[in-house]
């Protein structure tokens, strides 16, 4: 069973296309605009082995915010058409992924219930052309639409670590959630429901 999904999103604001197979390779086509998270979703992407295409054209004349937030929005409920009865996978995964002084933690549930603790101390208004409280912010909306509930946090001296450390370790996890558990029968809830 094939687990992809193929959604966009049109608004005054933006206009957002993602193809998601969360059975993939790595491989991804990003285009926001918005140079360093371009950068990270396709570290994204390469480190939970999903194949990604976003194609994202926002009102950067104005700021990154609606283009960094409305891309988030629409990966995440990517993921979640994706991941679909969320039956027979992990559902839990962790990772911590150091780079250099930096070092990227992240903790997360694909069970269905939405919710985002993230710590990242960044120092700078920007990196490239990303403003980075829109990070957190994209973070926090792509949870809300994927269903995952996640904690992300990262140390270290250089935000372009620091972001680079958390995203990969976010990838490392979520590979690990929604890989397939071959002896999981339904979800992966004493419940049993999501």
């Known amino acids: 069973?094939?687990?992809?999904?193929?959604?966009s999103r049109e608004t005054k604001e933006t206009s957002v296309e993602v193809r998601l197979d969360l059975d993939g390779s790595g491989q991804a086509q990003v285009s926001t605009g918005v140079g360093f998270f371009d950068h990270l979703l396709t570290s994204l992407a390469h480190h939970a082995l999903f194949d990604l295409t976003i194609n994202t054209r926002g009102d950067l004349e104005v700021d990154d915010h609606h283009t960094v937030e409305d891309t988030a929005l629409v990966l995440g409920s990517a993921i979640a058409e994706a991941l679909g009865d969320r039956a027979g996978i992990n559902r839990f995964g962790d990772a911590a992924v150091p780079m250099d002084e930096a070092l990227g933690s992240a903790a997360v549930d694909v069970g269905g219930r939405p919710y985002a603790v993230?710590?990242?101390?960044?120092?700078?208004?920007?990196?490239?052309?990303?403003?980075?409280?829109?990070?957190?912010?994209a973070i926090e909306s792509l949870a809300r639409t994927a269903g995952i509930t996640l904690h992300l946090s990262s140390i270290g001296r250089n935000d372009h670590h620091q972001a680079e450390a958390a995203i990969k370790a976010l990838a490392r996890a979520l590979r690990?959630?929604?890989?397939?558990?071959?002896?999981r029968v339904g979800v992966a809830s004493t419940k049993g429901a999501t």
């Open 118 to 137: 993230v710590d990242l101390p960044l120092r700078n208004p920007a990196i490239g052309n990303l403003t980075t409280q829109n990070l957190p912010h």
């Open 176 to 183: 690990q959630a929604v890989e397939r558990d071959p002896r």
């Open 1 to 7: 069973m094939k687990r992809t999904a193929h959604l």
